[in-house]
């Protein structure tokens, strides 16, 4: 079922059945705010005290809004400059453009509901399906559209808040070996770009450490990306009292995969981020660099999904 209701002050679309309930905010990039279990009314994603929900201006830092639930970070992670002709040197938002736009929303039935958003300083149209599957299964289909004469470099990412505790297990492909660093506090798992063993590693002062469990709260956040592409597109966690979040999605259109375990250093909040994505790294260009980069082709577009099962 598809309804209109409120998430906060913010208008929200409901999609729901017996078992589920999500709540998508068509005002704010229909970011992904609530995902709520019924049978124990039990809240997966990262949830802000406050009762107004916290918007910033088109341009602005991602860190100064809400910052919670599930939001597409597009066309760039980090603020940045286009690097390629024609539209070089522009600057690109703090967590690319659309998770701050309003949508175009057009319900179709009682199953599905389209979002479309079009591009500010890029020429894209961007477009984001979700529909019902199966009792515990809510899928969402993405096409990002280049209407222009010229390739189009982007990345996409799906930056999802999900709430933790120690002992909060990280589901990843069993063939995943080998990660590389972004940033941490704490300089545990080394410096930008730099590599270690995963899940499993020796860590600065000597001792193992198993990266696919969550340890305990301190000021400490860590993130980093499976170094290699996926063979299998899925990741999720489970939490200590079974219940689990999965994501599936096709490796060969979205096959990387960061992660970034929150013990409390970023607002003293303790979470798991999950973020499949179509390039690593957080820049188009940097991700050109490594050639790992995404682009979309002249007249054409970039299609993929991502498939979220909660229990």
Same mark, same amino acid.
């Given at each position: 079922?598809?309804?209109?209701?409120?998430?906060?002050?913010?208008?929200?679309?409901?999609?729901?059945?017996?078992?589920?309930?999500?709540? &998508?905010?068509?005002?704010?990039?229909?970011?992904?705010?609530?995902? #709520?279990?019924?049978?124990?009314?039990?809240?997966?994603? #990262?949830?802000?005290?406050?009762?107004?929900?916290?918007? #910033?201006?088109?341009?602005?830092?991602?860190?100064?809004?809400?910052?919670?639930?599930?939001?597409?970070?597009?066309?760039?992670?980090?603020?940045?400059?286009?690097?390629?002709?024609?539209?070089?040197?522009?600057?690109?938002?703090?967590?690319?453009?659309?998770?701050?736009?309003?949508?175009?929303?057009?319900?179709?039935?009682?199953?599905?509901?389209? &979002?479309?958003?079009?591009?500010?300083?890029?020429?894209?149209?961007?477009?984001?399906?979700?529909? +019902? +599957?199966?009792k515990n299964t809510v899928r969402i289909d993405y096409s990002a559209?280049?209407?222009?004469?010229?390739?189009?470099?982007?990345?996409?990412?799906?930056?999802?808040?999900?709430?933790?505790?120690?002992?909060?297990? #990280? +589901?990843?492909?069993?063939?995943?070996?080998?990660?590389?660093?972004?940033?941490?506090?704490?300089?545990?798992?080394?410096?930008?770009?730099?590599?270690?063993?995963?899940?499993?590693?020796?860590?600065?002062?000597?001792?193992?450490?198993?990266?696919s469990v969550m340890g305990e709260r301190q000021k400490d956040s860590?993130?980093?990306?499976?170094?290699?592409?996926?063979?299998?597109?899925?990741?999720?966690?489970?939490?200590?009292?079974?219940r689990s979040f999965t994501y599936r999605f096709p490796a060969d259109?979205?096959?990387?995969?960061?992660?970034?375990?929150?013990?409390?250093?970023?607002?003293?909040?303790?979470?798991?981020?999950?973020?499949?994505?179509?390039?690593?790294?957080?820049?188009?260009?940097?991700?050109?660099?490594?050639?790992?980069?995404?682009?979309?082709?002249?007249?054409?577009?970039?299609?993929?999904?991502?498939? +979220?099962?909660?229990?």
């Amino acid at each position: 079922m598809i309804s209109e209701g409120r998430y906060k002050n913010q208008k929200a679309i409901i999609v729901e059945n017996e078992n589920l309930s999500m709540s &998508f905010l068509p005002d704010t990039g229909a970011n992904l705010a609530s995902v #709520v279990l019924k049978e124990e009314n039990f809240e997966f994603m #990262v949830q802000r005290p406050e009762r107004e929900y916290r918007r #910033v201006e088109f341009g602005g830092d991602y860190v100064e809004a809400e910052c919670s639930g599930m939001d597409d970070m597009f066309p760039t992670i980090d603020r940045c400059y286009y690097e390629r002709f024609p539209w070089s040197g522009t600057e690109l938002a703090d967590h690319g453009e659309v998770w701050n736009l309003a949508a175009d929303v057009n319900v179709k039935g009682d199953d599905r509901v389209d &979002f479309t958003f079009h591009g500010v300083r890029l020429p894209y149209v961007f477009h984001k399906n979700v529909s +019902i +599957i199966e009792k515990n299964t809510v899928r969402i289909d993405y096409s990002a559209e280049n209407n222009t004469d010229f390739e189009m470099d982007f990345l996409w990412a799906g930056h999802t808040m999900l709430q933790a505790e120690p002992g909060t297990r #990280v +589901i990843v492909p069993e063939d995943c070996t080998c990660a590389q660093a972004v940033f941490t506090d704490s300089g545990r798992i080394g410096a930008y770009g730099e590599e270690f063993d995963y899940p499993v590693y020796r860590d600065k002062d000597g001792s193992l450490r198993d990266m696919s469990v969550m340890g305990e709260r301190q000021k400490d956040s860590e993130k980093y990306y499976l170094k290699y592409p996926l063979t299998e597109g899925m990741c999720g966690i489970e939490r200590t009292n079974g219940r689990s979040f999965t994501y599936r999605f096709p490796a060969d259109r979205v096959p990387y995969l960061g992660l970034l375990q929150n013990f409390g250093g970023f607002r003293e909040m303790y979470n798991m981020f999950l973020e499949p994505c179509t390039s690593p790294f957080d820049r188009p260009d940097v991700a050109r660099l490594m050639k790992k980069n995404c682009v979309i082709p002249p007249r054409s577009a970039y299609d993929w999904y991502l498939e +979220i099962t909660v229990r």
